[in-house]
């Protein structure tokens, strides 16, 4: 079987239905599974001394409860294209395209509108920050840099550990963003229980990160320009993989974006990326998500090389 192709079908279907609600309903997602099992280990061991070497044993329960299972439900798939499609089913609830595109549209409808209030709660839903400090502009430049970064984190990574990996490599990449958004934060509680899972998902997003980064560039009307902040603000953002696709973004579609922020009632002093340029507005997060749009073609042209060569 193929598992670039299995990664085609897996896009193809999550681009036609997504997740749907009822199936939600009815049985959770594949990622509320990992979550509870995180939650449970968070509870259990999160307490006490030695909270970086617990942090890591429950990464390491995590991460095994993950690939063994997978690991023998692929081994079960015939050979073929039936494996194959059959794989891109399995696959499939574990890319996040549709749902990312709605979330952040949620938001351009409401702020294209004036309706500021209708976008704080929007966006709130996608960002971790304080949605009360957040004016207009920093609404779009919220939701745009979380469009950015998670489509790297929902599409590009999980796509890329498929094509690698198989059912394993995606499942187990869900696993460590998962774990990374739920223990992988700076504060008194996870700053050392989370640290291994934080390091991890820094590993795993290295090489996507960077892909998606130059999928935006090679997208965007100003490639010159998306290539130039890319390369001079990428590394200046806190995170070691997010600025890649965020500046490649801010560039292309020639706003700014980061920037000073509130968490949790604690204010950040970011740098900009692709700073001398205007705050967005709605009209440039519909561009930013026509910009996303446009980014998977590159990414399904890869696919289909890679399946071509026996990917």
């Known amino acids: 079987m193929s ?3 299995a990664m085609i079908v897996a896009l193809l279907v999550d681009a036609l239905i997504g997740w749907p ?12 599974w990992i979550g509870r099992l995180i939650g449970a280990l968070d509870r259990g061991l999160n307490r006490g001394g030695a909270r970086r070497l617990k942090g890591a044993f429950a990464v390491l329960i995590v991460l095994v409860a993950v690939a063994v299972p997978t690991l023998a439900v692929e081994s079960l798939l015939p050979e073929g294209w039936v494996g194959t ?5 399995l696959a499939w ?3 996040a395209g549709r749902s990312l595109y709605q979330h952040v549209a949620r938001v351009a409808a409401p702020l294209a509108a004036g309706d ?3 976008a704080r709660e929007a966006v709130s839903m996608i960002v971790g920050r304080d949605p009360a400090t957040l004016d207009q502009p920093a609404i779009a430049r919220a939701a745009l840099e979380s469009l950015a970064e998670n489509a790297s984190d929902g599409v590009v990574a999980p796509v890329f550990w498929g094509t690698v990996a198989g059912l394993p490599g995606i499942a187990v990449y869900k696993a460590i963003n998962t774990l990374d958004s739920m223990i992988g934060h700076r504060t008194p509680r996870h700053e050392a229980f989370g640290r291994v899972a934080a390091r991890l998902d820094d590993v795993a997003n290295l090489i996507p990160a960077r892909l998606t980064g130059l999928m935006f560039v090679l997208v965007s009307r100003d490639r010159r320009r998306a290539f130039r902040a890319m390369m001079a603000d990428a590394r200046r953002h806190r995170s070691p993989n997010a600025g890649w696709p965020e500046a490649a973004m801010a560039g292309g579609l020639s706003v700014r974006m980061s920037g000073p922020r509130v968490y949790a009632g604690r204010a950040t002093d970011d740098p900009w990326l692709n700073g001398d340029a205007p705050d967005p507005t709605a009209e440039d997060l519909n561009r930013g998500l026509a910009l996303f749009l446009r980014a998977v073609v590159p990414l399904g042209a890869l696919l289909a090389v890679a399946a071509a060569f026996g990917g």
């Open 85 to 89: 499609l059959l794989l891109g089913l």
């Open 21 to 32: 609600d009822a199936l939600y309903r009815r049985i959770g997602h594949p990622v509320t």
């Open 93 to 95: 609830p574990l890319v």
């Open 116 to 118: 500021e209030t209708g």
């Open 3 to 5: 598992f670039a192709a």
